[in-house]
């Protein structure tokens, strides 16, 4: 029970720190960059180099990692493998976050969104041979799944185009607004969040 309350502080520490910073803070910085030149950002609270800068800037990777961790240590799942998930995902997410990236590599960029589409496709024919087996409510948790998979398929392949825009010639002055990118992530996450909560009401049941 103890391990158990400690994985849910922990859990709460990484949520508020995303809601709180990615979420209220944004409304604050994101005005600030938006309709300031970088010598006027700096002269803010959210001045680059800067220690609130970062705390926005890595706020949802932290907290999510914080979250993560808290929820293996809240399932029991053995301190070794909480301390090798926790420790590779922050590895990861460190060493991607800070590569290189003065130029831009189209062909690398091409790689990643191919081998992007190879996984969607293991996923949705493991899916498939899955679904065939379930019965009952356990089918439209499936269905749920399926749906935010599509979802965040579509994101990604709008996502790719919206980050690859600046890299382009023809498309470099395109200046569009990505809301609809955002829409098909808020998509995507509700209905893998609603996969999950029928999953857990069926366990419960």
Excluded at 52 to 76: D, K, N, Q, R, T
Excluded at 171 to 193: C, E, G, K, N, W
């Amino acid at each position: 029970m103890k391990k158990q309350k400690i994985g849910i502080a922990i859990f709460i520490i990484g949520v508020l720190l995303m809601i709180i910073m990615s979420g209220i803070a944004s409304w604050s910085v994101s005005p600030t960059f938006r309709n300031l030149s970088m010598e006027e950002v700096n002269k803010t609270i959210w001045a680059v180099p800067g220690f609130l800068f970062f705390l926005w800037a890595f706020s949802v990777p932290v907290g999510a990692i914080l979250a993560s961790i808290g929820m293996l240590i809240y399932g029991g799942v053995k301190s070794s493998r909480i301390w090798l998930i926790g420790i590779a995902i922050f590895l990861v997410s460190f060493l991607n976050i800070f590569l290189p990236k003065e130029n831009h590599y189209p062909f690398l960029f091409g790689i990643g969104g191919c081998l992007i589409l190879l996984f969607f496709f293991g996923v949705f024919w493991l899916w498939g041979k899955k679904r065939f087996t379930l019965k009952g409510s356990e089918k439209v948790v499936a269905d749920f799944q399926l749906i935010g998979y599509v979802f965040l398929l579509i994101a990604m392949w709008f996502s790719c185009g919206a980050l690859g825009r600046p890299h382009m010639k023809a498309l470099a002055d395109d200046t569009s607004s990505p809301i609809d990118i955002m829409i098909f992530f808020v998509l995507a996450s509700l209905f893998l969040f609603l996969s999950h909560y029928k999953a857990a009401r069926l366990k419960d049941n």
